[in-house]
């Protein structure tokens, strides 16, 4: 057996972050999707709907003041701690808004990727990796806007998830940015492909 099947035959556990907060919206087919293709193909999946589960996206003061004390930051997001730990793999459900992430899933990096979770601030000021249990990243998300344009203003949301979330593992990993571009102006067809694209990449994790 090739090591690429080796690896695919592998049941993960899959944190799935999913920041939509429409119930009837593409992107709430595009999770269904999501986590249906990943227990069909027997990973075990830790759905978390941020805003079903209502995370609160705000950093507090306290928070802020104690966020380099490892022995006190995870206070208020210890449970979503444990689960990013916990994890084998990790897949970004999102529309893009504003150039960025949801507000809501911005809030989740800035309150439990932090040191100690994602990473460990070393003596000298280093940054140290602590994800190491990460083998597998992925992004499946939607833009208003075209490919091009995205191109042209740097496509943010794509430079945070291929380079400093694929960073965090601390060791290569395989990372799949999955995007709709335009879905504003998408037909029903173009969409139903896209879903079917999302499908077909993750069958084969």
Not at 67 to 91: G, S
Not at 92 to 108: D, Q, S, T
Request: proline share 4%; with cysteine.
């Amino acid at each position: 057996m090739r090591s690429a099947d080796i690896e695919r035959s592998t049941a993960l556990r899959v944190l799935v972050l999913y920041a939509n907060p429409v119930t009837v919206s593409f992107g709430a087919t595009l999770h269904k999707e999501v986590v249906t293709t990943l227990r069909s193909g027997g990973h075990e999946v830790d759905d978390c709907d941020l805003y079903a589960e209502c995370f609160d996206p705000v950093l507090t003061e306290q928070e802020r003041l104690q966020y380099h004390d490892t022995k006190l930051n995870r206070a208020a997001i210890a449970t979503y701690a444990d689960r990013l730990l916990a994890a084998d793999a990790l897949i970004l459900v999102y529309p893009v808004w504003n150039e960025g992430f949801p507000a809501i899933l911005k809030g989740f990096f800035d309150r439990v990727f932090i040191p100690g979770v994602s990473f460990i601030v070393a003596a000298d000021g280093t940054l140290v990796t602590n994800l190491q249990k990460l083998r597998k990243i992925a992004a499946v998300c939607t833009y208003g806007t075209s490919r091009t344009l995205n191109l042209f203003l740097g496509d943010p949301p794509k430079r945070v998830v291929k380079r400093m979330v694929r960073w965090m593992p601390g060791h290569a990993v395989r990372c799949d940015y999955i995007a709709c571009y335009s879905i504003d102006h998408s037909n029903e067809k173009q969409r139903a492909a896209f879903v079917q694209r999302v499908q077909q990449v993750l069958e084969t994790w």
